[in-house]
């Protein structure tokens, strides 16, 4: 028995068994300590490790924000900056070299605004770390002032006005910049190859209303801190307005299309009569529509948007040319649960813009696509009449149908695709141009619409369509054509509208009534052809 424990004593001192034996078991038994014994030690380690700033916690702010009465940061921006002009102010330009992340080589980086001219609200800005979340302070030394006189006047710890991301969209050396989030609630962003043009708002209240309108803004936001190798980024945005609060997530995915996916939870302050959600903002002087040029001009056309595009839950797709109105126009389309709307550049055609330093033809179309059920509602453009191109003057959005009530919690989520038009979006025939001209007298007017894409080219010219025209109540169709357009491989509506004579009182009154409302589209037999053309007159 002790010859026996002696040769299995000495083979385990010999073998390489015996010290892996000795490290199970110790393993066993500070495992064993830790578990009879939990001591101060784990817990004290845990403590230091600091929780995630995640969207809840912006929830959460603009929960407590929404219990407290509105009110403007007691820090504002000091008299002379808001008194420079737009020149001035463009000419203090933020250093490339002081750039968010850009000695370490991120995917991203970051810079900055001036506060002054239009931009009279400061935003704090944070960088949200792994570490915890830290506030990005303000310096002078960030920003070149170029020949501006004031550099020692401006206050050491100012503060931002808005924030730009760089990131390489169009080659993989250069940071492009490709989003920018400045004004009340304001951004806009661009794809590849793309100019900025249109913009979009995290909510619109009011707009178009006798009471006035309401503008929200963003008063602070947090950058996540991007991961090497990543494609996204991550910006979290607290809203104020006097009506309600509100927490914003946009993930940011700039591309070929740039993809936004925007989340947002209001707190209602007080009741709203008008909300507008995932609101767009554009302009639109002139086109091809506009038969008489509001400005001596050798451009044919000026515009950063010439349509509103919707896709209903029935299946049909609308079309609405925009145009620079004579009077204040407002038109709803009614659209439960929407599968889609937007302020689209359809025309891409350099030739029909001439513009060598707006590059028209370079604007970005915006897609709202919606997440989730967003209930009855009804999609709604405002037209405002313009003078100039410098000035945005159309506005789309989304608008529930039930008016929210003070103390209510409201979600919503969409995606927006910037974008060049085109695609799947429509699946079939779209409109590509839209013409008038006066018609056989000076109550006829004339409408030449040309439609392209989907089946429509494939057609020949003795192929039966049908064009399936709708006037207004108080308007007579006189006439209509549909022919082959062989330069565009589509096919052309042409047909004339005849109106109401106008009496001295409704003369005297031009622009109080409604606009007529006309639609077109296209079919064979049964089958649907094409979107479904719907103008204002």
């Not at 004290?44 to 995630?52: L, M």
């Not at 704090?124 to 006047?153: M, T």
């Not at 006005?161 to 920018?180: C, M, Q, S, W």
């Amino acid at each position: 028995m002790d010859d026996g424990f002696q040769y299995y004593k000495n083979f385990l001192s010999k073998s390489t068994l015996f010290p892996i034996l000795c490290f199970y078991l110790a393993m066993v038994f500070i495992l064993s300590w830790f578990l009879i014994f939990p001591g101060p030690t784990l817990s004290a380690t845990v403590s230091k490790v600091k929780k995630t700033f995640t969207f809840e916690n912006v929830v959460a702010k603009a929960r407590d924000l929404a219990h407290q009465s509105f009110q403007i940061s007691e820090k504002e921006v000091p008299e002379f900056l808001l008194r420079i002009n737009y020149n001035a102010w463009r000419d203090i330009r933020f250093k490339p070299e002081k750039a968010l992340w850009v000695k370490e080589k991120l995917p991203f980086t970051v810079q900055f605004f001036h506060p002054g001219f239009y931009y009279n609200r400061l935003v704090a800005i944070n960088v949200v770390e792994p570490s915890g979340v830290k506030q990005i302070p303000f310096s002078p030394a960030l920003f070149d002032y170029g020949k501006n006189d004031f550099y020692d006047k401006v206050p050491p710890h100012l503060g931002f006005a808005g924030f730009r991301l760089h990131y390489p969209i169009n080659t993989k050396t250069y940071y492009d910049e490709v989003v920018v989030f400045l004004g009340a609630s304001y951004f806009r962003a661009v794809a590849q190859n793309q100019n900025y043009g249109l913009s979009a708002r995290g909510l619109a209240i009011n707009t178009a209303l006798p009471s006035g309108e309401e503008f929200p803004y963003f008063k602070e936001f947090w950058l996540v801190k991007p991961s090497p190798g990543v494609k996204h980024m991550t910006v979290f945005a607290l809203l104020d307005s006097p009506s309600l609060t509100g927490a914003y997530s946009f993930i940011i995915v700039p591309g070929k299309e740039t993809s936004i996916k925007v989340k947002s939870t209001l707190f209602m302050r007080q009741k709203v009569e008008k909300l507008g959600i995932a609101p767009l903002t554009s302009m639109f002087f002139y086109g091809e529509n506009t038969s008489i040029r509001p400005a001596d001009d050798f451009r044919p056309e000026v515009h950063d948007s010439d349509g509103l595009m919707i896709a209903l839950r029935s299946g049909e797709w609308l079309w609405r040319p925009l145009k620079n109105p004579q009077t204040l126009l407002i038109n709803s389309f009614m659209a439960t649960n929407p599968i889609g709307f937007g302020l689209m550049q359809r025309d891409l055609d350099f030739d029909h813009y001439q513009d060598l330093e707006a590059h028209y033809e370079k604007r970005p179309s915006a897609w709202i696509t919606p997440i989730g059920s967003w209930g009855s509602g009804h999609i709604e453009l405002i037209q405002i009449p313009m003078d100039n191109e410098w000035n945005n003057n159309i506005i789309a959005f989304w608008v529930p149908s039930i008016q929210a009530e003070p103390g209510q919690k409201l979600s919503f989520a969409y995606t927006m695709d910037w974008q060049f038009s085109g695609g799947t979006r429509p699946p079939d025939g779209r409109v590509i141009a839209t013409r008038t001209a006066r018609g056989k007298d000076d109550l006829t007017k004339k409408i030449i619409i040309d439609f392209a894409g989907g089946r429509l080219e494939s057609l020949p010219s003795e192929k039966k369509l049908e064009a399936v025209i709708t006037v207004d109540p108080r308007a007579t169709l006189v006439e209509h054509q549909l022919i082959k357009n062989e330069v565009t491989k589509g096919w052309r509506v042409v047909f004339q509208v005849r109106f109401e004579e106008q009496g001295l009182l409704e003369r005297i009154l031009a622009g109080k009534k409604p606009a007529l409302e006309l639609r077109a589209f296209l079919r064979e037999g049964d089958k649907v052809l094409t979107e479904t053309w719907s103008y204002a007159y």
